[in-house]
């Protein structure tokens, strides 16, 4: 009988268990690194010769994040006692060693540019050339790093004179009004409300992002209150191949809702009526995120947040997934969805079959009910469903690629101070983590083709 030997397939794990020369080699070739390598290139032939090789100092930099080296003190140091890992860079062997000041320069000059979010763009697109991100889901969450900048307390508010009691006069309230309209005007895109993101460009809603460290707080999983002074990273994740899409940085103050908009409109920018749902949790259950994912018709699985009613009402004659329930209280089935009309289809509960009220004119078999009445509570797939269910577990993909980021890719581990460059400290793990991913996948595509050894 023959024995055919099963293929294993690669994954992260274990292509930072390989040797570094090879690793290096293996991420070094899903990407060009000649943009980075141009901000560094001479304007004239004239002048002193360039005495540094910024290539491999460029490469240097990746193999610190890979090789999770700590420091750029300590890579300096690696890269004088170390010669294999000085070839693998690309240093040759008449180059000096770059000192910290050198590497300091260097990425000064690049959190300057927009060049590594290019390198994003044209890495994640190559990615879906190979045929290795064929995913039709998206799920998107933000999580939190500290920043380098030392931490500023914040402002003492002033103490308010107490109000005087009873109606302002006239002149007093055309004042007042006057003074909101002021400050309401003087309020920056992300310091509003986040219906006022869906009349802006991308560029625009990318270039205004904040990204001044601030002082954040969250609630974790065991109910208590978790402040940081840094920055939040959120991350459009594919929820099958999880690659990051695209990740924006911005202060650890703003909403994560907030960013939901400029990520949905990046996402389509880069691959237009691709993907066909997007997956958030509670937090981001606002009408103007389902408005903006009908207009690029995906298919919103976002859990209802009651906390965000003004006022709570309970509904009758519905369950708690909005579905219509019966004179018996018993929820209607989802049926399907009618795309022509947007609208969900709900049937009679099973509980109908043995119910003495079937034949009566209050038992109605069929509920029909447009999306447009509510966005946020009718949607497809209908709350409660199987599909919705299904596509929501889905999301923790998201997760996984934060836990990544954090353990493998250094997010948490910020050496830079100032908000541009512990920007640039991001946009390069997020670029480092995909072609982490390319590498893998061109390393299995290559595994499956060859034959199979008996």
Known sequence: MTIVKQISLFDIHELYEMEPIHRFDAIFSTFDIQPLFHLFSKKAMKGAPRELNYGAMIQSLIARIVGRIPTIK??????????????????????????????????????????????????????????????????????????????????????????????????????WLQEKLLQEANLTLYQKEIKAQLNETTATLWQEAPITPMWGIKRNSEGENLAWYGFKAHLAVS????????????????????????????????????????????????????????????????????????EYVEYVGFDGHFAPTCVREHSYRYDSYDKQYETLKYTQPKECITCPLQHESLCQKVFKIKCETDLRKYTNPARGSEKWIKLYKERSAVERTNAYLKGYFQLNNVRHRSGKKEKCHFQLITLIYNASKLAVHRINKVLREQPNVA
């Not at 050198?102 to 890495?123: C, E, N, T, W």
């Not at 207009?295 to 699985?301: F, G, I």
Request: aromatic content about 8%; charged content about 25%; some cysteine.
């Open 74 to 175: 300590d890579l300096v140091n690696r890269l004088k006692m170390d010669p294999f890992l000085r070839l693998a860079c690309g240093f040759l062997h008449s180059d000096i060693v770059p000192s910290e000041a050198a590497y300091s320069r260097m990425i000064h000059v690049i959190s300057q540019s927009d060049i590594l979010g290019k390198m994003q763009d044209q890495l994640i697109q190559l990615a879906m050339v190979e045929g290795f991100l064929d995913d039709k889901n998206i799920a998107i969450d933000a999580t939190h790093f500290e920043a380098r900048d030392a931490q500023k307390p914040s402002p003492k508010k002033e103490k308010l004179a107490p109000k005087k009691r009873g109606r302002k006069s006239k002149e007093e309230q055309e004042q």
């Open 239 to 310: 929820t099958k191949s999880q690659y990051i899409i695209c990740g924006l940085m911005t202060s650890a103050n703003l909403n994560d809702s907030k960013a939901a908009i400029p990520l949905l409109k990046k996402v389509q920018t880069l691959f237009p009526h691709h993907f066909s749902s997007g997956i958030f949790d509670a937090g981001y259950d606002y009408a103007p995120i389902y408005e903006q994912l009908q207009a690029l018709k995906l298919q919103a699985v976002i859990p209802y947040n009651v906390r965000n009613e003004g």
